[in-house]
């Protein structure tokens, strides 16, 4: 198991050590801001055997966090630990700096003790951490309090605590989608997926029970054998429905109904958290299609000329329009004419940018620039990396649609149709690249 | 305020003055000087002097001052074990706090305090704490007994802590069953062979149950821990899969990787008729393909994990090509392994996207990945037969790039390409000649100096090319300068007129003035060749090489086995067994996957390098891997690649012959050459009669070079089995047969005793078999001369034949016997230990042996366990000898023995087997691969009869 865990900030001076086996010395911190943080080369591993101890290690900005141990420990769960812990880290002072780390290292010693005990890791829920580390102390409390605590710690539900109550019931879903593509330059899709995220902010009281519904191919095409023998109907329902290639949830969802009837239902956490991840493939509306022209004129020039095309609904408006085209390392200055936006050259990163505000569907859009190459002796070619773009979308470019999201609350007095619910659909640019 | 000002005190005398705080009498100024000393301690500064003062604060009712006060104590009791003392008091007390969070912080803390002076007084406190009402206390004491045991594993024994923790399987709260079972399993690993988790069908059900109850760490807890456990069989096995598989769909990758090993191994159990094995593998790809959108370091342990995955069963992802592309963003170390798992999965059908990904990867920035996307080149040339043109032109338009690096790697591919399509690909070579001057890397220089010599014929200036070589011999790698003089060697061969002087020069400087013994040694025997006999160095030197085979760097069948079991954990990602790692005997078990139970069918456990082979390698005569570097690793040698075969070892005769020129003195020493395998293996030879499965540590390489079978011992003849009665008295109206079956000399012989019990004499015997298995028939008849009195009794040996009619008997080895007397025709049955079949030239050329293994599908395969059986390897190799189980090779493997052996019975079937035989274990396993699985059940009854007696 996890033999110690340390902080370290970007100079490799310990923020945080915390040892938890005896196996592990206190050279081992310096082994890695030796061998790791201060070492010449680029890092070619998250995982470094040094002297027979192993580290793992994960970067945030610039702190780095590694769990040591000299076990053969299960790699994947060391990982989504260190994950994990950043993700408690944050939801109590935000952001993860040195800063930050340095001001609540009391606080996180307390964490790592609760988190993790001989290297095991236990409950992390924020929701429940927060109920008893407090920093403030937790000497108030009556007994009933107590084992309320202790009781949602290690109980089934240990991601929520009874008795929460709002004067609104209410419930906020985002279907938040990153499509990625990789086209070449022929406008050929070499490969291209949509990974999504249903995340939920719910305020209910009580403990409800809820069960979410999306036009999933198979829970679809399973309702409408059972259901009437409605050609008509059947038809359509095919054509709306998607198929979904895996999909992941949220430890609050009961994982062994899903398997057998596919239907998804849980007693949500309170506030905001990520209820399933989900990935596509098949009929993906891609949002944009990038066109890419590039012309190498004598040996110091290049003509570039991208066209970008919205395929979606004319009445939708994409944001966040923006286009990056690698730049050659010799180049010398750069004019760029484009119809709609602006566009810059930055040097520094080595590209030209694009930048539109919004557009509609079915629009095209073109930008063409000139570039001046210094001339050299480098026998090498320009690797020309891909063009690469970034938008956002109001609709869910896999064509997930949420049919209904139900909640059942038998002990308080109210039902389904007093929730307000809201729902969303974003979709942004993953990797969306063509290659030029 | 904040806290980030505890790390900035750094005056001298700080010490002192924090005493002094300590000591201080306000609660707020106490808790501000522990702080500082707990920042000064995180920062690497000794603070151990304060040790009483801080302890002085524990007794507080402040929880977080009393957390700090732990920490501190966690860190420097073992420093200070007599003072640790004082704090004993304070957590028994604190153990019976009415507080559950207290008693369980007390509890946690205590088992952390490693001094062994203390851990008989927190023996009492922590029984208590794990019969807690509270699950949070029980859930924490759980851990503590892990901890204990860590410290003083015989007072855990003896308090019955055990005991208590296995208790804590059936408790009601899912997390205390989570923390016992992860407490359980680490102290069962010391203990490898302690019965302490007792996985049974009920406990496994428990499991199960709180399975899906527990945290997401609970859940893996859970499920590593049933990955040690082996149904009874294929239904149970089912069942547990299909309790699993829910799991897939976590979003803990680390849960879903659990599952998938769970899922892996038991599928070993499952017939592969069964329509649930095709669902399940279904089930598989899709969590898989998700790992990938994981962040980038889980992705890496994914795809390290998948990279085994795909050699151990391809179906399951070689539809899902796409998903390892490599992306622009990706980190290297997720790229580099997207790559090899690319190659891995290429095949016919999506080649043609796969090479053009490798060509764009091969225009990239890092040097490391591009080289490694060319070298793909070259092994789906090799993997791919019908794309091995495209490859080809592809590398030449990376070559046309003058990019240095790709240059030089597509060269060195471009060499397996021409030993894997010999005479093809030729026109190439000119295009290669005119980049002699740029490559400045040994491999590079040395293929393509092989290059020149193999085909020295067509290489108009091959002289030219090869002696501009030669001006700076001495500078050269020794890869290079043994490839020089081979090379150089070949052209001599080719063009005897034109290159003497040359050959002569290499040969002068390779043996007069290098010091390096390889090089001499090499220079020495071509000299003697060509000076002896020109001919045979021709036959030598020139000899037809070895196909390369696509495979190169499989991981080895037996270590693949056991990285499945580690699936997710470090192993998987070092793809090293844990003892390679892992210090002391924790965790060093090795694993195995469970053998399939239906009977009938055949285990596919163990192949040899057919693992990731989808289609299985054509049986070429003998192949050896293309890269010679793992062999080249295994025997320490930084010589030439083996790709430069030269002799093979059976002109060892001629090799002798050479020693006339060097007098008597040196015979010893070219002796050594022959049968020291680091030597040998400068020759280039040894590589090529090594299987590539034998990729044997330097020990046993001498064996693969010595004839093994020969050089152990004498033969101890063949096992005969003790005689049987076949035929009572009573059902053959006196007359009583028992005999036996035996091989003596090549000739099978059925020992017959008949004993006449009847009261009157017996005559006019004779004999006859029905049709059977193997076509055995009486080569002559029942030699009974003299008619048989009462009460006399007479033994013949009837030699038998395998001439006679076949007819499939069920058990095999069935023969129904009629006997005739003057009395009467009496028929009786009896059973011949096959081995009396097992013919004397049943021992099988080795790269034959790997061809064949590899050629016959896995599901021919079939393993026993031989119980109880106390020889070491090398006196089961003898005794099996003598019943003609040959044994070809013999390596070790971390203390197990593993021998290779060929059968050929009478009938021309030949049966390969491998024996694993571990110093110390009376179990030894055998695998079976035969083209007629029918035989392996006999086959295997002869082993353990033959090695029982």
Same mark, same amino acid.
């Given at each position: 198991m996890i033999g110690g865990l340390f902080i370290y900030n970007h100079k490799g001076e310990v923020l945080i050590s915390r040892v938890y086996?005896?196996?592990?010395?206190?050279?081992a911190v310096d082994a890695f801001r030796v061998n790791v943080?201060?070492?010449?080369?680029?890092?070619?591993?998250p995982v470094t055997n040094i002297a027979r101890t192993n580290f793992f290690h994960v970067k945030r900005s610039n702190i780095w966090l590694a769990a040591v141990t000299k076990q053969n420990v299960n790699a994947a769960m060391v990982f989504e630990f260190l994950y994990k812990m950043c993700d408690v880290m944050a939801s109590y002072f935000?952001?993860?700096?040195e800063e930050n780390i340095k001001n609540n290292f009391v606080l996180i010693y307390e964490l790592l003790d609760e988190i993790l005990d001989f290297g095991y890791p236990q409950n992390s829920e924020t929701g429940s951490l927060k109920t008893f580390i407090t920093?403030?102390?937790?000497?108030?409390?009556?007994k009933e309090e107590q084992s309320q605590i202790t009781s949602q710690v290690?109980?089934?539900?240990?991601w929520r605590r009874e008795g929460i109550k709002y004067r609104r019931n209410e419930l906020f879903l985002d279907v938040l989608e990153s499509v990625n593509l990789l086209m070449s330059?022929?406008?050929?899709?070499?490969s291209a997926h949509v990974s999504g995220r249903v995340v939920m902010k719910s305020y209910l009281s009580g403990m409800p029970e809820c069960k979410f519904g999306m036009n999933d191919k198979i829970i679809i095409d399973k309702a409408g054998k059972g259901g009437v023998t409605n050609e008509a109907g059947k038809s359509t329902s095919g054509k709306q429905s998607i198929a979904i290639d895996d999909c992941t949830f949220n430890q609050c969802v009961r994982l062994s109904k899903f398997d057998s009837e596919r239907s998804i239902s849980f007693i949500p956490p309170d506030g905001?958290?990520?209820?399933m991840r989900y990935r596509t493939t098949k009929d993906?509306?891609?949002?944009f299609r990038v066109i890419p022209l590039v012309r190498e004129v004598g040996r110091t020039k290049l003509e570039v000329k991208v066209v970008i095309k919205s395929n979606f609904k004319p009445s939708l408006l994409a944001q966040k329009i923006e286009v990056r085209i690698p730049t050659p390392l010799n180049t010398s200055g750069v004019q760029v004419i484009c119809m709609k936006g602006k566009a810059k050259y930055k040097a520094s990163e080595n590209a030209i940018v694009w930048k539109i505000k919004r557009m509609a569907g079915m629009k095209e859009s073109q930008i063409s620039a000139e570039i001046e190459l210094l001339p050299t002796n480098d026998k090498k070619k320009w690797a020309r990396p891909p063009i690469s773009m970034n938008f956002e979308v109001p609709f869910a470019p896999s064509g997930l649609k949420v049919r209904y999201l139900k909640v059942f609350e038998s002990?308080?007095?109210?039902?389904?149709?007093d929730v307000i619910k809201w729902v969303r659909y974003i979709g942004r640019s993953g990797i969306y690249e063509t290659r030029c | 305020m904040t806290d980030s000002k505890y790390f900035t005190t750094t005056k001298k005398g700080e010490i002192f003055e924090l005493k002094a705080e300590l000591n201080s009498d306000k609660k707020e100024k106490k808790k501000e000087a522990v702080k500082k000393v707990i920042a000064s301690m995180t920062v690497g500064? *000794?603070? $151990?002097? #304060?040790f009483p003062d801080v302890v002085n604060c %524990?007794?507080?009712?402040?929880l977080e001052l009393k957390k700090l006060v732990y920490l501190y104590l966690m860190n420097y009791a073992k420093s200070q074990p007599d003072m640790a003392i004082m704090a004993v008091n304070t957590f028994v007390k604190d153990c019976e706090d009415p507080n559950p969070l207290i008693r369980a912080l007390a509890v946690r803390t205590m088992g952390c305090i490693r001094v062994d002076k203390i851990t008989e007084y927190l023996c009492e406190p922590l029984r208590k704490c794990l019969k807690d009402e509270d699950p949070y206390v029980r859930k924490t004491a759980a851990v503590c007994v892990a901890k204990l045991h860590d410290i003083n594993a015989q007072l855990v024994e003896d308090q019955g802590f055990l005991d208590t923790l296995k208790d804590?399987?059936?408790?009601?709260n899912p997390m205390v069953v989570a923390n016992a079972v992860a407490a359980l399993s680490e102290i069962a690993e010391s203990h490898p /062979?302690? +019965?302490?988790?007792?996985?049974n069908p009920q406990s496994i059900n428990k499991l199960l149950t709180a399975l899906n109850e527990c945290t997401e760490w609970g859940q893996i807890f859970i499920l590593d821990c049933l990955a040690n456990y082996t149904p009874r069989d294929d239904r149970e096995s089912q069942s547990i899969c299909e309790r699993v598989?829910? =799991?897939?769909?976590?979003? /803990?990758s680390a849960v879903v990787l659990s599952a998938v090993k769970v899922l892996m191994k038991f599928m070993e159990? &499952?017939?592969?008729? &069964?329509?649930y094995y095709g669902t399940l593998l279904k089930k598989l790809a899709p969590p898989l393909v998700t #790992? &990938? $959108?994981?962040?980038p370091e889980l992705q890496y342990v994914a795809l390290r994990n998948i990279n085994l995955i795909v050699q151990k =069963?391809?179906?399951? #992802?070689?539809?899902? %090509?796409?998903?390892?592309f490599v992306k622009y963003n990706d980190p290297i170390y997720v790229k580099l392994e997207k790559l090899d798992i690319m190659i891995r999965l290429a095949s016919q059908a999506n080649i043609a996207q796969v090479l053009a990904e490798l060509k764009e990867y091969a225009?990239?920035?890092d040097v490391d990945f591009v080289r490694k996307a060319v070298r793909a080149i070259g092994r789906c040339a090799i993997k791919v037969e019908q794309s091995a043109e495209r490859c080809v032109s592809t590398l030449l338009d990376l070559i046309q790039t003058k990019v240095n690096y790709v240059v030089q790697e597509a060269i060195v591919v471009i060499k397996d390409i021409f030993r894997k !399509?010999? +005479?093809? !690909?030729?026109?190439?070579i000119a295009t290669l000649c005119e980049n002699l001057d740029s490559l400045d890397e040994p491999e590079a220089r040395a293929a393509m100096i092989w290059i020149v010599g193999e085909y020295a014929e067509r290489i108009d200036n091959a002289d030219e090319l090869l002696e501009s070589f030669l001006e700076g011999f001495h500078d050269e790698s020794t890869q290079v300068q043994l490839q020089l003089l081979t090379a150089i060697v070949k052209l001599f061969l080719k063009k005897p007129t034109e290159t003497q002087e040359l050959v002569q020069q290499v040969l002068s400087l390779a043996?007069? *003035?290098?010091? /390096?013994p390889d090089l001499r040694d090499r220079g020495y025997i071509y000299w003697r060749l060509l000076s002896t006999d020109p001919v045979a160095a021709k036959e030598v030197v020139l000899a037809e090489k070895p196909l390369i085979s696509e495979?190169?760097?499989?991981?080895e069948p037996t270590l693949l086995e056991e990285l499945i079991c580690h699936i997710g954990t470090l192993a998987s990602v070092y793809h090293k067994p844990p003892s390679a790692f892992?210090?002391?005997? =924790?965790?060093v078990m090795h694993k195995r996957l469970p053998a399939r139970t239906g009977s009938g069918e055949g285990t596919e456990c163990p192949d040899v390098g057919n693992a990731?082979?989808?289609s299985a390698p054509e049986a070429a005569p003998s192949i050896i891997p293309s890269q010679g570097d793992l062999l080249g690793d295994l025997l320490n040698?930084? #010589?030439?690649?083996?790709?430069?075969?030269?002799?093979?070892?059976?002109t060892s005769g001629m090799q002798m012959g050479g020693m006339d020129l060097l007098g008597g003195g040196l015979e010893s020493l070219l002796f050594n050459m022959v049968s020291h395998p680091k030597m040998g293996a400068g020759f280039g030879a040894a590589p090529a009669v090594?299987?590539?499965?034998? /990729?044997?540590?330097v020990g046993g390489g001498l064996g693969d070079l010595f004839d093994l079978g020969g050089g152990?011992? %004498?033969?101890?003849g063949a096992y005969i089995p003790p005689k049987t009665v076949w035929l009572p008295a009573m059902k053959a109206k006196g007359l009583e047969i028992s005999g036996t079956f035996a091989r003596r000399a090549g000739v099978i012989q059925m020992e017959l005793v008949l004993t006449n019990k009847a009261m009157s004499v017996m005559t006019d015997f004779a004999i006859q078999f029905n049709r059977n298995s193997f076509g055995?028939?009486?080569?002559?008849?029942?030699?009974?001369?003299t008619p048989l009195g009462p009460n006399q009794t007479i033994e013949v040996s009837l030699p038998l034949s395998t001439v006679g009619p076949v007819m499939k008997m069920d058990p095999l080895n069935n023969l129904q016997v009629a006997v005739k007397n003057n009395i009467d025709v009496f028929y009786f049955s009896c059973q011949y230990p096959? $081995? %009396?079949?097992?013919?004397? *030239?049943?021992k099988m050329e080795r790269q034959v042996f790997l061809a064949t293994w590899k050629d016959i599908?896995?599901? +021919?395969e079939s393993q026993f366990q031989i119980q109880d059986c106390h020889l070491n390897s090398e006196a089961a190799s003898n005794k099996l000898q003598g019943s003609n189980?040959?044994?070809i090779a013999k390596r070790t493997v971390e203390g197990q023995d593993m021998l290779y052996m060929s059968i050929k019975l009478s009938n021309g079937i030949w049966v390969l087997a491998e024996l694993k035989v571990q110093a110390g274990n009376p179990n030894y396993t055998i695998s079976l691969k035969c083209r007629?699985?029918?035989v392996s059940q006999c086959v295997f009854q002869c082993y353990e009869a033959v090695l029982k007696n």
């Open positions: 086996r005896d196996d592990i010395g206190r050279n943080i201060h070492a010449r080369q680029q890092v070619r591993s935000g952001k993860i700096s920093q403030q102390g937790i000497k108030g409390q009556t290690t109980g089934q539900i240990g330059p022929q406008g050929q899709v070499l905001e958290y990520e209820l993906i509306i891609l949002p002990k308080l007095n109210y039902s389904d149709h | 500064k *000794d603070v $151990s002097a #304060l %524990m007794q507080t009712d402040n804590l399987i059936s408790d009601s /062979n302690s +019965n302490l988790l007792d996985l598989t829910p =799991r897939l769909s976590h979003a /803990n159990m &499952l017939p592969k008729d &069964l329509d #790992l &990938l $959108s994981a962040e =069963r391809p179906e399951i #992802l070689k539809h899902e %090509m796409k998903v390892f225009t990239e920035v !399509y010999p +005479n093809k !690909y030729e026109s190439v043996t007069q *003035d290098s010091d /390096n495979e190169t760097d499989l991981i892992v210090e002391g005997s =924790r965790g990731a082979g989808g040698l930084d #010589l030439a690649p083996p790709t430069t075969t030269g002799p093979t070892p059976s090594m299987p590539a499965s034998l /990729n044997a540590p152990v011992g %004498m033969p101890m055995l028939a009486p080569a002559g008849p029942l030699q009974v001369l096959i $081995s %009396m079949l097992f013919v004397e *030239d049943g599908p896995n599901d +021919n189980i040959f044994t007629a699985p029918e």
